[in-house]
T-cell receptor, first 109, second 115 residues
Framework: RKEVEQDPGPFNVPEGATVAFNCTYS??????FFWYRQDCRKEPKLLMS???SGNEDGRFTAQLNRASQYISLLIRDSKLSDSATYLC??????????FGSGTKLNVKP | EAQVTQNPRYLITVTGKKLTVTCSQN?????MSWYRQDPGLGLRQIYY???????DKGDVPEGYKVSRKEKRNFPLILESPSPNQTSLYFC??????????????FGPGTRLTVT
């Protein structure tokens, strides 16, 4: 079983739509959680960390559910520039990082 | 400019020919890490280092070596590359000594093909 699982998509949405991604992780002892964004053939870049209480950054909201071991990312008012692959990342208690295989988002005019 | 650099960016080589991919960061970060990215598998951690002379295995260390003799550099060594090591490789660094809570900054990637 993979440490981190994501729906690969693609999610095809119109501009202005709200879209949500989920990610599940298998290690209940995981300590830190992140969403990264990766554009085609480029390096991943941090979108946001995910905190237990949930957190928001502009149009992006991240939630963590430790009991069910899943993380979510909500994007409101999607822009064309949001088209990318979104990577769910989990840090285990051994300083190792586990990445999901990514969810591809296509925002269309 | 704060950055992580990798060289080479592209490399085509043959089975068994030793190679080194360099990684350097100018942010004085203690934590550095190597990943490989393959279609459908996402990024998988190869090795990481929490400080000079401190390295540890990630999820897929077989066939790779690393060293951390200086804080800024973390080279990845393939002693005898094989075709299953054909992949996109990323180096990353973080300001968090434990690597756990802080943002990782990634290099631009090295696309390696082993024939």
């Amino acid at each position: 079983r993979k440490e981190v699982e994501q729906d690969p998509g693609p999610f095809n949405v119109p501009e202005g739509a709200t879209v949500a991604f989920n990610c599940t992780y298998s290690n209940s002892a995981s300590q830190s959680f992140f969403w990264y964004r990766q554009d085609c053939r480029k390096e991943p870049k941090l979108l946001m960390s995910v905190y237990s209480s949930g957190n928001e950054d502009g149009r992006f909201t991240a939630q963590l559910n430790r009991a069910s071991q899943y993380i979510s990312l909500l994007i409101r008012d999607s822009k064309l520039s949001d088209s990318a692959t979104y990577l769910c990342v989990v840090n285990s208690n051994l300083n190792k990082f586990y990445f999901g295989s990514g969810t591809k988002l296509n925002v269309k005019p | 400019e704060a950055q992580v650099t990798q060289n080479p960016r592209y490399l085509i080589t043959v089975t068994g020919k030793k190679l080194t991919v360099t990684c350097s960061q100018n942010m004085n970060h203690e934590y550095m890490s190597w990943y490989r990215q393959d279609p459908g598998l996402g990024l998988r951690q190869i090795y990481y280092s929490m400080n000079v002379e401190v390295t540890d295995k990630g999820d897929v260390p077989e066939g790779y070596k690393v060293s951390r003799k200086e804080k800024r550099n973390f080279p990845l060594i393939l002693e005898s590359p094989s075709p299953n090591q054909t992949s996109l490789y990323f180096c990353a660094s973080s300001n968090d000594r434990t690597g756990g809570s802080y943002e990782q900054y990634f290099g631009p990637g090295t696309r390696l093909t082993v024939t």
